[in-house]
């Protein structure tokens, strides 16, 4: 006579329904950092491959991707696999940084939930430009998200130019803190890892910038694919191809000599023509922040189309010298762009 089948249960610790974070994802698959008690800090954080448990989140609009990195989220976890799980929704976000996808029609969401956003540029080794700083800055802006210009590559002959430092100086005098560094010679590194430690920053550029190059720094246990420039165009190639949240171990050398002194990143890919999301032309001022003071203090108030009009405080600032002419240039270029929905690279 055949004995009974057995049934076994695996306990695989506390199952059910846990929070966590992104990490990265692509295709609807994600991995997810679990925040599950008595985890054996050892082996390091549990980390879940999930998909969505619908096909729609509690989110407000379509997005080009559902979820980012540094996303909170619920996770059903699965009770056969201890690898897996399935998102069950997302929690209110702090904040969010986003683009308009071009190809996908649709906002992409870059980063979430960041204590610093860093836009990142550089001088030259891809050319400067000034123009795409201005829409970043302008959508950060729109996102209620102080952001930091970080200058990359400053080793560079090119960043001794006058009418790079010029601008350079605009953006500090109206209020944006300017990092310069060199991922290459060490300078601002330092000053760098302090302002990382212990938060969760985003870095935000177009390709070739040297996000992944500066990350190599200042963890060097950590080593992520960098790309040469395009050799034709000076432009740089696209080595990052999904937004991926890392834990970084900062370099002793950068942090006083302190270990276990920690990071969060988020490592976005590089992007080559940034254009706004949620933002119209007649409203890109309120974006401008030494613009915004001044909108419906000129005789026309809220219809001055601060282009030509007689009492228009914006222009006067400008005749003044107290709104810079590159900074409204930029505006009006951009303020274009909008309407015509022909964006430059």
Known sequence: MLDKPRHFVYDYGNMGTVTGTVLSGSNNVFDI??????????????????????????????????????????????????????ILSLLPRKNKFVRWNVKGRSPQILAANIDNMLLVTTPDEPPF??????????QAERQGITPIILVNKYDLPASQDVDFQ?????????????????????EGMTE?????QNKLSAFVGQSGVGKSSLVNVLDSACVLRTGSLSQKYGRGTHTTTKGSLLHIHLNESLVDGLSNVYASIIDTPGVRRFVLHDIESNDLALYF??????????????????????????????????ISEDRYDSWKRIAEEIRTGSWSD
């Open 33 to 86: 950092e679990c925040d599950e008690e008595g985890a054996d800090a050892s082996s390091g954080p549990h980390i879940r491959s999930c998909t969505l448990k619908s096909k729609r989140l509690n989110t407000d609009s379509k997005n080009y991707n559902p979820l980012a990195p540094g996303d909170r989220v619920e996770v059903e976890t699965d009770e056969l696999d201890e690898q897996k799980g399935q």
């Open 129 to 138: 430009r000034a123009r795409f700083i201005d829409r970043e800055l302008a």
């Open 166 to 186: 010029e601008r350079l100086s605009i953006w500090q005098d109206i209020g944006y803190r300017v990092l310069r560094v060199s991922a290459k010679t060490g």
């Open 192 to 196: 760098l890892a302090s302002l990382l």
């Open 289 to 322: 922040r030494e613009m915004r003071p001044l909108i419906g203090t000129c005789t026309y108030g809220m219809s001055c189309t601060h282009m030509s009009e007689t009492g228009c405080k914006i222009l006067e600032a400008v005749y003044a010298g107290a």
